[in-house]
């Protein structure tokens, strides 16, 4: 059972729709979720049911009635996959851009883990039933390879050598501007940015450690084309990090760059221990047609 919650709206918070008062208070949750609780009459605002779009004016005691999550479980679909290396402990997918990994909010239809619990027998369960195999993710909009456990043992295995930042992960990235050094690191802290829930921000010095070394591969009028390794792997991370040098990724409108036919970022390159054999792997995703074809335009 979801426990009630309850809180005293501040003079500083009036002027805000009561569902982004939520939303910024109940982050585990979506905003569709809590927009549903608010129709149903979950929320009451000073005892009477609020509505989403509704201005809070400060002094308001807000409660709210959560309601039951309904459990979530990876459904098998016929979808296909596309596998760039298997072993006895480990997968390496190559994603699509536009695919998400796993089901969430509002998520629940062919997602990739969808797809591979139909291809595989088994999968490891150490992610739970929703993400079963899933040790590493990729942002919805980013494609490139993906590693997915077979066993709990290999999944642990991989858990820890992405916790002891022994991955190599290799990122190609086209941007905006012309990026001046050949190469360069940055070092910025990503935290959660306060106004804008669904966007993280390097402009808070404060945060979760994050690293990004990028190097030029190619230079154009308005535009650079990078080779990113990450030493950490921080939500957004990459975009957070060029978008604050003021070189956003193409098509990347959430951290200022106009949109486009669909984001610049392909994680190209992952090298690992397999758990397996104990022995070094490295697999290439090759850069979509589509983002070749966009190089050659330029």
Known sequence: MN???????QTGDGSQRLDHFLQARLIEYSRSRIQSWIKDGRVLVDGAPGKASMLLRGGERIQVSPGDLPPLKAAPEDLPVEILYEDDAVIAINKPAGLTVHAGAGHHDGTLVNRLVHRFQALSHVGGDLRP???HRLDKDTSGVLLVARTDSAHRGLAAQFAGRTVEKVYLALVHGRVRADSGRVTKPIARDPVRRIRMTARLDQGREALTDYRVRQRFDKFT???VRIGTGRTHQIRVHLASLGHPVVGDRLYGAPAAQRLFLHAWRIGFL???TGERVEVEAPLPLELEQWLAGL
């Open 225 to 227: 084309f990078l080779e």
């Open 3 to 9: 426990t009630d919650k309850t809180f005293d709206v």
């Open 133 to 135: 195999g899933i040790v």
């Open 274 to 276: 397999s758990p397996a």
